[in-house]
């Protein structure tokens, strides 16, 4: 098969989308098909890190200064696409027209079922990776691996075409092959926490990870190892290289591909919701979790009811002593973290992009 994929990166938007989109791409490769990739010429677009990853990779041109005014204001999320979407399924299509992809997979908030028609005729089937359902859909697969609420299936049977094959829930997660033989390698977590590992995102608009270092480099946690990652968006990595460098038992990451060799080695994670919440539960790695973005905060609230995560609320209501207070709750808990564990690891056994990649295949056989 080939495979188009149509997402973007940006210092607003982050690097999620890019980066669960070259997950799957990864794997599509790896069991012999075809993947490039459509995005937009935005500020902190990720181009060069598609490409280093062995990827074709075609930008569409940076928005103008009129593209912005012309934007449909009846789309949610409008403005991260930067032009208007007349304008980028008109691209995308031609994009299309020479690339002749059996799938089209489109990760986009600001993207909808107008878009998805208007491109659909250039690609044999399309395929949607969403998990906000708050905008209609045309397409002949969805993907929402964040759906974990009962109601997630009638929140979007309103929104799709009614021959749309649904995949809910993280038992189809997009993650690298590298967790499933991690999670078969790991022996049981004793729940007791000797080292935290921190990371925020490809970008942190919130500066967080400057606020868990500032808990974390307090006396009363100085025994504590830390692994700091930060991504290639980020907006101060100069701050977190001197607060880095001025505690004991601290190694600083930048720009890492995965992050499982070092959640691997961490006892307890402080970060934020989104795709490394099922990394995380994959490898049975307890975590304090706050929101960076709109869309992450059902999906921590749902995990936080199950007792899957500690989930202290939105980045800019979070106060240093509420991380500090949980912080110090799990480490005391290890009976907690050990049972906690192994309740995630239940939840998501790291094959969900094999089972992605199956459907694919199938629809097109």
Not at 79 to 91: C, F, I, K
Not at 112 to 131: H, L, P, R
Request: charged share 20%; aromatic share 4%.
């Amino acid at each position: 098969m080939k495979v188009v994929f149509r997402t973007d990166a940006s210092i607003r938007i982050g690097t999620g989308h890019v980066m669960r989109c070259l997950t799957l791409a990864e794997e599509l490769r790896r069991q012999g098909h075809t993947c490039s990739f459509v995005c937009r010429d935005l500020q902190g677009h990720m181009g060069p890190v598609i490409s280093d990853r062995g990827f074709g990779v075609e930008l569409l041109k940076a928005p103008v200064s009129g593209d912005l005014a012309q934007l449909d204001k009846g789309i949610p999320h409008a403005p991260l696409l930067g032009v208007p979407w007349q304008l980028d399924a008109s691209e995308t299509r031609a994009a299309l027209n020479h690339l002749d992809p059996d799938w089209l997979i489109v990760d986009h908030y600001a993207l909808d079922a107008q878009w998805e028609q208007y491109t659909s005729v250039a690609t044999k089937k399309t395929m949607v990776i969403d998990d906000l359902a708050d905008r209609s859909h045309h397409a002949d697969v969805l993907l929402d691996q964040n759906a974990v609420s009962l109601d997630t299936r009638e929140r979007y049977t309103a929104r799709i075409n009614s021959d749309c094959v649904l995949l809910l829930g993280p038992h189809f997660a997009l993650l690298g092959s590298d967790y499933a033989s991690c999670a078969k390698a790991l022996p049981r977590r004793d729940g007791t926490i000797s080292r935290v590992l921190v990371f925020v995102g490809g970008s942190d608009p919130y500066h967080l990870t400057e606020t868990y270092l500032e808990v974390l480099n307090r006396e009363e946690f100085a025994s504590l190892s830390l692994d700091v990652v930060i991504g290639r968006n980020h907006p101060s990595p100069e701050n977190v290289e001197g607060l880095v460098k001025n505690r004991a038992k601290a190694r600083l990451y930048s720009g890492l591909p995965t992050l499982s060799a070092l959640m691997i080695r961490a006892d307890l994670m402080l970060g934020a919701g989104g795709a490394t919440n099922w990394e995380r539960m994959c490898l049975g790695l307890n975590s304090i979790v706050v929101s960076v973005a709109p869309n992450q905060d059902q999906v921590n609230q749902e995990l936080q009811s199950k007792g899957l995560i500690k989930f202290l609320g939105k980045a800019e209501n979070v106060h240093p002593e509420t991380i500090a207070t949980a912080l110090q709750e799990q480490v005391e808990s290890p009976a907690l973290m050990e049972a906690r564990a192994e309740k995630m690891r239940a939840l998501v056994d790291g094959q969900g992009c094999k089972r992605v990649v199956q459907t694919l295949t199938d629809q097109v056989a």
